[in-house]
C-alpha cells in the first residue's frame, strides 16, 4: 500500500470534514448582563444565529459551513461573526442583515462592507 492510500484512509476513517468555500464562527458566549465585558448573547445572537444557520442550509450549499464559537474578543461590538477565507468581521443586529450576509457574501462573495466592524489586514 503507498502512503497516498494510505493517507486516505487515514482520512476516511477519521471522517475528516471536507474543505468549505466559507467557514463562518459566530460567538455564542453569554455572559450575565452587568457583566464589565458584555457578551454577544447578551446583545441577542440566539436568535440571529438561528437564522443564519436556517438560511445557510436553505441555500443546499455544503460547501458554506457554520460553527459556534466561545469569545472572539470583540464582546461590547456583539453579536459578532467572522467569515473564512477572507477573514472579515461582521455585525449583523437585524434577521436581515443575516439573509443579506448570506446571499451577498457567503453565496456571491461580495462583502456587505455597511455591517463590517473590523478592517481586513
Ligand atoms: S462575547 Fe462575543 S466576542 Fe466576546
Sequence with gaps: MTDALTADAADAALE???????HVFCCFTQRPPQHPRGSCGANGTQPLWE?????????GRRDIAMTAS??????QAGPIMVVYPEGVWYQPRTPEDIDEIVAAHLVGGTLV????VVPRV
Excluded at 16 to 22: E, G
Excluded at 70 to 75: A, I, K, V
Excluded at 113 to 116: C, D, M, S
Design 16 to 22: 475528516l470534514p471536507q474543505v468549505y468555500t466559507r
Design 70 to 75: 466561545g469569545c472572539l474578543t470583540f464582546c
Design 113 to 116: 462592507e455597511r455591517l463590517v
Design 51 to 59: 437564522r443564519l444557520g436556517k438560511t445557510i442550509e436553505a441555500t
